[in-house]
């Protein structure tokens, strides 16, 4: 592991907290949105998921694009969605074109988690894959930690608005250091093979800190190029479907708790600077659970500890639905909540890099990602319909919580396939 994959990875994890923060910006904004242009719940829990509809597409389609223009082009075109979409939102005039401008920035953040999951995992040695993906997987909560809290400081002084400005600020900041500081993998090169090939491969090398060479080598006719009907193969088929729907119940859980903290502490008095308060601790405890997962990736087997913090995650929401009208409660329920989700989430990333080969990793991670991420979006709007429903948030904590217990049966049942991306 040299200083360029580690700065890389680094990168990568920096690139996932803009994400995360660019996710969770409609949260800290929704009671501000909701107070001012008078929004109901029902209509609230859409606006919530619209960017996780464009993150759907955005993972499917842009996580191709990762396999076919290349790892760094296709980050690069991401920041600039997730910039535009971000400076766009303040502008909104109501809640539809809210809703619009949400769907787009939604197809940048979307691609990015597929080509910073692709990359991590070819910038890390065999030893330190697992970890390197988690460690940037890790990145999505440490910027909901620092940029809500950055965010709820706003909010006490300015509006919901502020909140979308400071998320483009940092998506122009990093969107030089991409292309300047992150060189092509050299395994996406030789699978893509693209015009120019052998000057791009040196170039990498280089940057890697070895020998450029001669020529290339021979191609492996046995790689076609990436396909998504080559995730339902013979070899793949079961193991794509199982990722994907327990991927899928999984973020339909882990949302609903992202999503809803908010509005559900304003709705108990509090004011929207303390709601954002609460979800921060909500991902101090996700960024804790993601910290140590990355370091239990390196020793303990990953589907046994992901099914275990599932169960943890089901237990833990549904009593999430009974805490009090207490500020501190509610953080530290919060916070535990997120701790088991959120450390999940962080070993999906890893186990789906493990279970496909190098040359399918971006299109399979887009695909179960993207597709996946329609449970992240129906979460929201279940939950939206059930509190609709006069339900109260015992009755809908409980419902919402069994995603969790449905993704743990199904990593149960899927075929080992963990040596694919060695």
């Given at each position: 592991?040299?200083?360029?994959?580690?700065?890389?990875?680094?990168?990568?994890?920096?690139?996932?907290?803009?994400?995360?923060?660019?996710?969770?910006?409609?949260?800290?904004?929704?009671?501000?949105?909701?107070?001012?242009?008078?929004?109901?719940?029902?209509?609230?829990?859409?606006?919530?998921?619209?960017?996780?509809?464009?993150?759907?597409?955005?993972?499917?389609?842009?996580?191709?694009?990762?396999?076919?223009?290349?790892?760094?082009?296709?980050?690069?075109i991401c920041l600039v969605i997730m910039a535009s979409g971000m400076i766009a939102a303040p502008m909104a005039?109501?809640?539809?074109?809210?809703?619009?401008?949400?769907?787009?920035?939604?197809?940048?953040?979307?691609?990015?988690?597929?080509?910073?999951?692709?990359?991590?995992?070819?910038?890390?040695?065999?030893?330190?894959?697992?970890?390197?993906?988690?460690?940037?997987?890790?990145?999505?909560?440490?910027?909901?930690?620092?940029?809500?809290?950055?965010?709820?400081?706003?909010?006490?002084?300015?509006?919901?608005?502020?909140?979308?400005?400071?998320?483009?600020?940092?998506?122009?900041?990093?969107?030089?250091?991409?292309?300047?500081?992150?060189?092509?993998?050299?395994?996406?090169?030789?699978?893509?093979?693209?015009?120019?090939?052998?000057?791009?491969?040196?170039?990498?090398?280089?940057?890697?800190?070895?020998?450029?060479?001669?020529?290339?080598?021979?191609?492996?006719?046995?790689?076609?190029?990436?396909?998504?009907?080559?995730?339902?193969?013979?070899?793949?088929?079961?193991?794509?479907?199982?990722?994907?729907?327990?991927?899928?119940?999984?973020?339909?859980?882990?949302?609903?708790?992202?999503?809803?903290?908010?509005?559900?502490?304003?709705?108990?008095?509090?004011?929207?600077?303390?709601?954002?308060?609460?979800?921060?601790?909500?991902?101090?405890?996700?960024?804790?659970?993601?910290?140590?997962?990355?370091?239990?990736?390196?020793?303990?087997?990953?589907?046994?500890?992901?099914?275990?913090?599932?169960?943890?995650?089901?237990?833990?929401?549904?009593?999430?639905?009974?805490?009090?009208?207490?500020?501190?409660?509610?953080?530290?329920?919060?916070?535990?909540?997120?701790?088991?989700?959120?450390?999940?989430?962080?070993?999906?990333?890893?186990?789906?890099?493990?279970?496909?080969?190098?040359?399918?990793?971006?299109?399979?991670?887009?695909?179960?990602?993207?597709?996946?991420?329609?449970?992240?979006?129906?979460?929201?709007?279940?939950?939206?319909?059930?509190?609709?429903?006069?339900?109260?948030?015992?009755?809908?904590?409980?419902?919402?919580?069994?995603?969790?217990?449905?993704?743990?049966?199904?990593?149960?049942?899927?075929?080992?396939?963990?040596?694919?991306?060695?």
């Open positions: 592991m040299g200083w360029r994959q580690i700065v890389g990875i680094a990168l990568c994890a920096l690139l996932n907290a803009l994400d995360g923060f660019d996710v969770l910006s409609i949260s800290f904004a929704s009671p501000g949105i909701a107070a001012e242009w008078h929004v109901e719940r029902k209509v609230l829990g859409y606006v919530l998921s619209m960017e996780i509809f464009g993150m759907a597409a955005g993972s499917i389609l842009l996580g191709r694009l990762t396999d076919r223009l290349g790892r760094i082009p296709t980050m690069v005039w109501d809640v539809t074109s809210l809703a619009v401008i949400r769907l787009f920035t939604g197809l940048g953040i979307g691609g990015m988690l597929a080509a910073t999951n692709a990359v991590a995992a070819e910038y890390a040695n065999t030893r330190w894959r697992s970890a390197g993906v988690a460690l940037m997987a890790a990145g999505y909560p440490l910027g909901a930690v620092v940029g809500g809290t950055i965010a709820s400081k706003m909010l006490v002084t300015g509006n919901w608005r502020d909140v979308f400005y400071l998320g483009a600020a940092l998506a122009l900041i990093l969107l030089p250091l991409v292309p300047l500081l992150m060189p092509e993998p050299i395994n996406a090169i030789l699978h893509r093979r693209p015009a120019g090939a052998l000057e791009k491969l040196n170039k990498s090398l280089r940057a890697f800190g070895h020998a450029p060479v001669d020529t290339l080598p021979p191609v492996d006719t046995s790689i076609a190029k990436a396909r998504v009907a080559d995730l339902f193969g013979p070899e793949l088929r079961a193991v794509s479907l199982l990722l994907l729907l327990s991927y899928f119940a999984h973020i339909l859980t882990f949302y609903f708790v992202l999503k809803w903290v908010p509005k559900i502490v304003v709705d108990m008095g509090f004011p929207a600077s303390a709601a954002g308060g609460v979800l921060v601790w909500a991902n101090v405890g996700g960024l804790i659970g993601a910290i140590l997962f990355s370091l239990s990736a390196l020793r303990l087997p990953l589907r046994p500890t992901l099914m275990v913090m599932m169960v943890a995650s089901t237990v833990l929401v549904a009593l999430f639905g009974h805490s009090p009208a207490d500020l501190s409660r509610l953080s530290l329920a919060a916070a535990a909540v997120s701790f088991c989700t959120n450390s999940v989430i962080v070993g999906f990333y890893a186990l789906i890099a493990q279970s496909f080969p190098t040359p399918l990793r971006g299109t399979g991670t887009g695909f179960v990602i993207g597709v996946g991420r329609l449970g992240a979006a129906t979460g929201p709007i279940v939950a939206g319909y059930l509190f609709e429903a006069k339900l109260g948030l015992p009755v809908v904590a409980l419902a919402m919580s069994g995603g969790s217990l449905v993704a743990a049966a199904a990593l149960l049942v899927m075929p080992h396939r963990e040596n694919a991306a060695h």
